[in-house]
């Protein structure tokens, strides 16, 4: 697995910082607020758990299951919701967990659909942003890192549902999506 790697983007260490710094601001931001946090099935799964342990206030969790790559290594902009929430978002103060922010146009559609279900605010916590990538004005709250347009597997971010288990960031060799 290691060895389809070209260049780590973001090691383990870079991630601790990024989750120690990011759950210390999401903490002081949401005191008393009890927000809900939810996170974008899979690729959420390590990130969202490494910030959680560092936000030290009350938060209650979700998580909601959205489908738009299609396995492949571009965005086709038609969403669908493969796993719903199950807590009620009328009123509530949301935060969104992503592993990566390219084209914004997975976000911007969760974000009305939580608007449009009553959510008091919704802000974003994402690990990466490719904003060179941004197809509608979206900007998100909490940045872990901004990188360029390049694809990047790791930390729950998946080339055909692999390397999700990658305990750091890295951009995947050409030659193993060129085959
Ligand atoms: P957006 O709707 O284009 O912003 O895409 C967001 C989703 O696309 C992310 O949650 C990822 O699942 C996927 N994605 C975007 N860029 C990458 C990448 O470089 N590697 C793996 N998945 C990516
Ligand atoms: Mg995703």
């Known amino acids: 697995m290691h060895n389809d790697i070209k260049e780590i983007l973001l090691s383990e260490d870079e991630i601790a910082t990024i989750t120690r710094q990011m759950g210390a601001e999401i903490t002081k931001d949401y005191k008393d607020k009890k927000p809900l946090v939810i996170g974008l099935l899979k690729g959420c799964i390590p990130f969202m758990s490494a910030l959680l342990n560092r936000i030290d206030t009350h938060v209650e969790i979700a998580y909601m299951a959205v489908s738009s790559y299609k396995g492949g290594i571009r965005s086709s902009g038609d969403l669908k919701i493969t796993y719903d929430l199950e807590i009620p978002v009328k009123d ?9 922010v390219d084209t914004g146009l997975t976000l911007s559609t969760v974000i009305q659909l939580l608007y449009h279900r009553g959510a008091k605010s919704v802000k974003i916590a994402t690990m990466l942003d490719k904003p060179l990538g941004r197809k509608v004005d979206l900007k998100p709250d909490y940045i872990g890192k901004t990188i360029p347009k390049v694809f990047v597997v790791g930390f729950g971010l998946d080339y055909q549902e692999l390397y999700r288990n990658l305990p750091y960031v890295g951009i995947l060799k050409p030659t193993i999506y060129e085959k």
């Not at 509530?92 to 990566?100: A, F, K, M, P, S």
């Open 92 to 100: 509530r103060d949301i935060l969104i967990i992503e592993d990566i």
